[in-house]
């Protein structure tokens, strides 16, 4: 009588063992991995571009040394190295986090050998629940792009523009509507966003806070035909954007949401040397970081992780420098190889303590899903 009913989960778990079973994902997560107390319902992931240890402490003290970043209790690091190179690029450190594969840089959504690899974002679709992006630098960017695309190069931006057709994506507000509307192969992706059940509107028609939301259609909002302008030029929406999107994605679907959200500039105030630069693209950035936390609070299904790909600019805070007066060097314009901090709050916070690979936040977020 007993063994009758052993011998089924037996003969499952030997067949779950066999050598000739591929394994359900690219995981490289250890067995020791601590058990989720809590399955979130809903994961915000916030990707600082570029933003190193140094990027956090300069906009910590400048803004009169507090940040939303200091309310998060777990606290990690991970490697940012990528699969051809010690130093990554936003394509690579992107692919590892939405689809856990270090991967070359310059790769989008492939792995080493440019075959596509299923993401995070892709994989939360095809289960029900509702997506979205939103990037202060174009929607195509390496960044988002590593979402939802899959792309030999970073630079194929209309290729990457296409594929955002291939997915349901419930909601993406960022800059590079020209790769959609004034393409080389004459496509209207706009047209045919439409014709998908999306409303599409830009900054030049309408003002993203003042919007008229139908929650019974898809949203796209562009924020610029090319690169949006930087925060001290006049950017505003990466809060409002956040917060509407929270809004949108927990009436979208009863089944939870994945949101990605990137402050893209730090990167590139640490590419220009520039330190007021990364210092305002990083004040704006935990601005969201604190309506994500707010929702997240309320909410209480919610873990938000927030991270960078990699360092930008070998920025230091050198000596006879004030909390009001940071006195910069910089090592590179290019990327560094430094670890990078990760931050976590909400259910499933509790496995992103610790030293680990870039690609472990793919891991830890499917766990926590309990994909
Ligand atoms: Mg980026
Ligand atoms: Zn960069």
């Avoid at 020791?32 to 933003?51: A, S």
């Avoid at 940012?80 to 986090?97: E, K």
């Avoid at 991967?103 to 440019?114: E, F, P, Q």
């Avoid at 790769?179 to 045919?192: A, H, N, T, V």
Wanted: net charge negative.
């Amino acid at each position: 009588m007993q063994r009758k009913y052993l011998l089924l989960p037996l003969l499952l778990l030997l067949a779950a063992c066999s050598p000739n079973t591929p394994p359900l994902t690219n995981s490289t997560l250890s067995n020791d991995e601590p058990v989720v107390r809590k399955h979130p319902k809903n994961i915000i992931l916030m990707i600082g571009d570029g933003m190193g240890l140094t990027q956090i402490t300069a906009g910590l003290y400048k803004n009169g040394n507090k940040l939303n970043l200091e309310k998060f209790p777990i606290v990690g690091l991970q490697k940012s190295y990528s699969g051809d190179n010690l130093v990554t690029d936003s394509a690579a450190g992107a692919t590892a986090f939405s689809a856990g594969v270090k991967t070359y840089n310059g790769a989008i959504g492939v792995r080493m050998d440019s075959t596509a690899v299923k993401t995070i974002l892709e994989e939360a679709e095809e289960r029900g629940m509702a997506t979205g992006m939103i990037a202060t630098s174009t929607i195509v960017h390496a960044t988002p792009a590593a979402f939802i695309a899959h792309v030999k190069s970073r630079n194929d931006y209309e290729d990457i523009a296409a594929d955002f057709l291939k997915t349901n994506i419930d909601f993406f507000v960022g800059g590079g509507k020209s790769y959609f509307d004034k393409r080389k192969d004459g496509r209207d992706l706009i047209g045919e966003l439409r014709s998908k059940n999306y409303f599409v509107s830009s900054t030049d028609e309408e003002d993203l806070t003042k919007v008229a939301v139908d929650f019974n259609r898809n949203f796209a909002f562009f924020t610029a035909d090319a690169d949006p302008a930087p925060v001290s030029k006049g950017r505003d929406y990466l809060t409002p954007a956040t917060k509407l999107a929270t809004l949108f994605l927990e009436k979208k679907s009863d089944k939870g949401f994945f949101l990605m959200v990137e402050g893209s500039q730090i990167d590139w105030g640490g590419h220009g040397n520039n330190s007021d630069y990364i210092i305002s693209e990083m004040i704006d950035f935990d601005k969201a970081i604190g309506a994500a936390l707010d929702f997240a609070k309320e909410d209480g299904e919610t873990l938000i992780v927030i991270t960078a790909d990699h360092e930008t600019g070998g920025y230091a805070i050198n000596t006879g420098s004030t909390m009001d007066n940071i006195i910069p060097g910089f090592t590179t314009k290019s990327h560094t190889a430094v670890l990078i901090p990760v931050f976590a709050y909400g259910p499933g916070s509790e496995l992103f303590g610790g030293i680990y690979e870039n690609t472990a936040i793919y891991d830890k977020m499917r766990l926590a899903f309990g994909f």
